[in-house]
DNA sequence: TCGGTTCAGTAAACCGGTTTACCGGATCGG
DNA sequence: CCGATCCGGTAAACCGGTTTACTGAACCGA
C-alpha cells in the first residue's frame, strides 16, 4: 500500500489490482481490451498509487527514447533561438521530448554530440551548424563532420548545408530570398549595390548571392560593385561598411546576408555621418532580431522558422530522406528607400 | 563479431575479451582493479566493438537520469534565450544533459511539465515561470502551481518566485538594482520619476519597485509620480508610454522593469516627437537584446546571466535549499542624461 | 455431446546495464 | 605448515517496463 520511494511500479498496480504486470501493461498500452470490472480495478489501483511508468525503463524495452535531440551553434543568438522555438513546439506537438546542447561552433563539440547520438538512443537530431568542414589536408572526400553526420543515422540537417552528407534537409529558399531582396531593390530604382555576406564557405550566403545576383543581371545597367564574405555577425558589418564607404564609385543600396551584419553595417554606416535611408538603403536576411525596433526600422527577407522547425521535425519521422526548401518573405519597413543620385536627384523632380 | 543492429553490448565486449559481464562493467567505472593484460583485452575490445553504454539501461538501472530538465516560458524572449544559453553551459559542464521545454505562460503546461518531472527521471528541474499563482477562488494556502512545484522534488526556481514554494530558488537582486537605477537617475539630477512595472503579482518587479522607491525616499524633493503595471512587453511599454505622456507634471526619467518595456515606451515616445533622452530619460531593466543598438543606446540594469544559471545548476545537486540572490551591476549607455526643466529648456532657444 | 472459437488473462523472456555477495588460488606472516 | 589476506575475478539479482507464446474456461454451432 505505502508507495515504494521512487514511486509504484507496474508490480504494484498488478497486484493492487489483482490482475498481472502483463495484463495491466497491454491494457494501459491499449494492446488489450478487458471487461469494464477489470478495467475499473486497473484504473482504480492506478489512480490510488498514483502510477506512472518509468521512462527508462520505458525506452530501454522499446529501444526508443520518444525524444530528439536539437544541436545548433549558439541558443542566446535570436535566430537560433527562434528557431529552437519552433522545434520545440513541433516536438512536444509529436509527444517528444527536446535535448538542447549548444556547440559554439566548435567542431570538437559538433563531433561529441554527434557521436553521443549514434547510440545514445535519440530517434533524431536536428543539427544546425555554422561553420564550413573542410577535408583535411591531403585527405579526400567529405570532411570529418560530414563523415559524422553520416554515421549517425538520424540526422536532419537545418538552415546550412554539409557538403557530402545524405540524410535530412530543411533550408529556407536563400537563392529565392536573394532573387527578393534584389527584386525589390531595383524596383526601387537602384543600380548599384553591395553583398554583404557570411563567411565564404557556406551554401547559404553562396544562395543568398546567387539569387541576388540573378535579380541584378536581369537588369540592364545594374550592378554589383562589391560582396564582402565574413562571420554573420556584427563585427563583419562593421568592417564591410567600412570598406564600402571608401568605395568609388559608391553603393547606393547594401544587402545584408544577416540581421547582424546589417545591424553593424547600420552603426558604422550612422557613426559616419551616411544616412540610412536617404544616403543608403539597407535591406537584411533573417529578420528575426526585433527589427522593427531599429533606427530606421529594417526591410527584411524572413525566414519561415516555424515552418522550417516543422519540417525539420516532421522530416525525422519520414522515412526516405529530402531536402525540402521553405519560401522567404519581404517584410517591407523603412530602410530602402529610391537612391538620391545626383543626375536623379535633379529628374526627379519634373 | 559482426556487431548486431543497435551497436555491441556489454556482454559482446566480455565474450570478446574473455571476461564477465561484470568485471566489464566494473572496471570500465572504475570500481575494479585490473592486471594490465585484462585490461588490454578488455579497451581492445571496447574499441573493437566501438561499444557504448546503452544509455537507457543505464539511467534504469542507476535510478539517474544524469539529465536535467529547463521550464521556460519561451525560448525566443532574448532574457529566456540568454538564461538557456547558461543553463546550457553549465548543464554542459556538469556532464548533464538538458531538456528544454517551453511553457508559454500556460498553467496547465507547467502543470503538465512539474507532472513529468515527479517521476520522469530528470534528476532535477530549472524552472522559469512568469505569471502569478493565485488560488483557486475559496481555497486557502499555495496555489496550485505552488503546490504541484512542491510535489516534485528538486525543483530549482529562477528569476521569479512561487509564493509558498520550498525548494531552492536563485533570483537576480531585483531590489539593488531599483537602487542603482534610482540612483543613477538621482545622480544625475532627476527628480520627477515614473516606473513602468511588470505584472503587479510578480516578485521580480515589485522588488524592483521597491529598491527604487528606496533610492527615492533618500532624495529630499524627488518624487515618483507614477507607478504603471503591466505584463513585461512591449505593449505595456507603448500604452504606459502615452499615458506618462498625459501626465502633468510630467516625468523627467522613466525606469522600465524590462527591456522590451522600455523599447515599447521609447517607441511612443519617439513617435510622439519627445527626444530621448533630451526630453525624457530612460534607464531598462535585464540587459540582454542588443541594448547598444538602439537609438539612443539603452542605459540598463544587467542580469547576471551566466551566474544565475551556473547557480542553478549547482543548486539543483546541493543537499539543503537555500535561496540566492545575485548581483546586479548598471550599464551606462546614453539614454540618460540630465533633465532640461522649463528654465533651460527656454535658455536654449535663446 | 463434442470440436472449435473467443475471452480473459498469465508466465517468462527480454531490453542492457549495475552491483552485491561470493569464490578459488596465490601469497604472506608467524 | 597453517591460517589470513589479497588478487582477480564471477554468478546472479535487480532496475521496471514490453511482448510473445500460451492456457483454462466459457460459449457456440452442429
Avoid: C, W
Avoid at 567542431?107 to 547510440?119: G, I, K, T, V
Avoid at 568592417?239 to 545584408?256: E, K, S
Amino acid at each position: 500500500m505505502a508507495a515504494r520511494a521512487g514511486g509504484a511500479r507496474l508490480k504494484d498496480v498488478a497486484r493492487s489490482a489483482s490482475v498481472s504486470v502483463a495484463t495491466v501493461s497491454r491494457f494501459l498500452n491499449g494492446s488489450l481490451t478487458l471487461p469494464s470490472a477489470t478495467v475499473q480495478r486497473i484504473e482504480r489501483a492506478v489512480q490510488m498509487l498514483d502510477y506512472r511508468p518509468n521512462p527508462h525503463a520505458r525506452r530501454l524495452s522499446l529501444g526508443r527514447a520518444d525524444a530528439i535531440g536539437l544541436v545548433l551553434p549558439d541558443i542566446a543568438n535570436p535566430f537560433f533561438a527562434g528557431l529552437a522555438a519552433a522545434v520545440e513546439r513541433a516536438a512536444d506537438a509529436a509527444g517528444l521530448e527536446l535535448l538542447l546542447s549548444a556547440t559554439l561552433n566548435r567542431a570538437e563539440r559538433e563531433l561529441a554530440y554527434l557521436e553521443r547520438m549514434r547510440r545514445q538512443h535519440m530517434d533524431g537530431l536536428i543539427f544546425v551548424t555554422n561553420h564550413g568542414d573542410p577535408s583535411p589536408p591531403g585527405a579526400l572526400g567529405p570532411g570529418p563532420l560530414a563523415r559524422a553526420i553520416n554515421a549517425a543515422r538520424g540526422v536532419v540537417l537545418v538552415d546550412e548545408d554539409v557538403p557530402g552528407t545524405a540524410g535530412g534537409k530543411v533550408f529556407a529558399d536563400n537563392e529565392q530570398g536573394g532573387e527578393l531582396a534584389g527584386r525589390h531593390l531595383l524596383r526601387t530604382g537602384h543600380r548599384d549595390f553591395a553583398f554583404l555576406g557570411g563567411p565564404a564557405d557556406l551554401m547559404s550566403g553562396q544562395e543568398r548571392l546567387a539569387g541576388f545576383r540573378r535579380a541584378i543581371a536581369a537588369e540592364p545597367g545594374a550592378r554589383l560593385l562589391a560582396t564582402l564574405s565574413g562571420p554573420y555577425g556584427m563585427a563583419h558589418g562593421r568592417a564591410a561598411a567600412a570598406a564600402l564607404l571608401a568605395m568609388q564609385p559608391r553603393p547606393t543600396a547594401i544587402f545584408a546576408a544577416s540581421d547582424e551584419i546589417a545591424l553593424g553595417a547600420l552603426a558604422v554606416l550612422k557613426e559616419s555621418g551616411v544616412e540610412v535611408p536617404q544616403a543608403m538603403s539597407l535591406i537584411a536576411f533573417d529578420d528575426v532580431g526585433p527589427l522593427e525596433l531599429i533606427d530606421p526600422p529594417l526591410t527584411a527577407i524572413r525566414q519561415p522558422l516555424e515552418a522550417i522547425g516543422r519540417q525539420a521535425v516532421e522530416m525525422l519521422g519520414a522515412a526516405a530522406p529530402a531536402t525540402i526548401r521553405l519560401p522567404v518573405t519581404l517584410t517591407i519597413r523603412g530602410s530602402v528607400v529610391p537612391p538620391q543620385t545626383v543626375r536623379s536627384a535633379t529628374r526627379r523632380r519634373i
